[in-house]
Nanobody
């Protein structure tokens, strides 16, 4: 059974970096695609990035391209989101998702994590 748990969120000043982790306690990463979404205050949820089940292909939203990098370590059943040069606009709850038949718009994912808060101060 897939159970996703995110960690790594927190508070950071603008220009700083954070790395989010998403662990699948069901040990199924490597058989599912996975990715990240975020929802800022008063905003709709938006796609951030995704990675293929093999970890060989990645896609990133234009809003984070060049600053965020998604990666995976299937041996550790973990997907990462490295976030650099953060700005206040990146403040949001970040959610890990897996086994998605559709990513964006209108994501259709079988599994979601509980979310981790990222707050960026100017």
């Amino acid at each position: 059974q897939v159970q996703l748990v995110e960690s790594g969120g927190g508070w950071v000043q603008a220009g700083g970096s954070l790395r989010l982790s998403c662990v699948d306690s069901g040990r199924t990463f490597g058989t599912h695609n996975a990715g990240w979404f975020r929802q800022g205050p008063g905003k709709e949820r938006e796609f951030v990035g995704r990675i293929s089940w093999s970890g060989s292909r990645t896609w990133h939203a234009d809003s984070v391209k060049g600053r965020f990098t998604i990666s995976s370590d299937n041996a550790r059943n973990t997907v990462y989101l490295q976030m650099n040069n953060l700005g206040p606009e990146d403040t949001a709850v970040y959610y890990c998702a897996a086994s998605c038949a559709r990513w964006w718009p209108n994501p259709e994912c079988n599994y979601w994590g509980q979310g981790t808060q990222v707050t960026v101060s100017s």
